[in-house]
């Protein structure tokens, strides 16, 4: 059994991968993932502010856009960058446990 992390470019952040089951894994190992996991886990907040300033600066060009099909572009950026928060989210409330 084992963990790795993959860096996913969207999120902007490494997920763990653990190969087989979380119980399977040994304590020692658990808490060695849960303690790397604590650390990436505490950059979301960060990275969220980071898309939210991206989503700002979309949405100020957007009230400026008169053409219609560059408008779509822009809505269509903003729901990926919500999108994205949202799976954040998810991720930053993952909190395993030692078993």
């Known amino acids: 059994?084992?963990?790795e992390y993959i860096f996913d470019?969207?999120?902007?952040?490494s997920i763990p991968k653990v190969e087989g089951t979380w119980s399977d894994?040994?304590?020692?190992?658990q808490q060695q993932v849960l303690a790397k996991w604590e650390a990436i886990?505490?950059?979301?907040?960060?990275r969220?502010?980071?898309?939210?300033?991206?989503?700002?600066?979309?949405?100020e060009q957007l009230t400026e856009e008169e053409?219609?099909?560059?408008?779509?572009?822009l809505n269509l950026e903003m729901a990926e960058l919500a999108s994205t928060i949202n799976e954040l989210?998810?991720?930053?409330r993952v909190s395993p446990t030692v078993t």
Request: net charge negative; with cysteine; charged share 35%.
């Open 1 to 3: 059994m084992s963990v």
């Open 9 to 13: 470019s969207r999120l902007g952040l």
């Open 25 to 29: 894994l040994s304590i020692d190992i």
């Open 41 to 46: 886990r505490g950059t979301i907040p960060d």
């Open 48 to 59: 969220i502010k980071e898309i939210e300033k991206e989503i700002e600066i979309i949405h």
């Open 67 to 73: 053409d219609f099909e560059r408008s779509c572009e």
């Open 89 to 92: 989210w998810i991720w930053f």
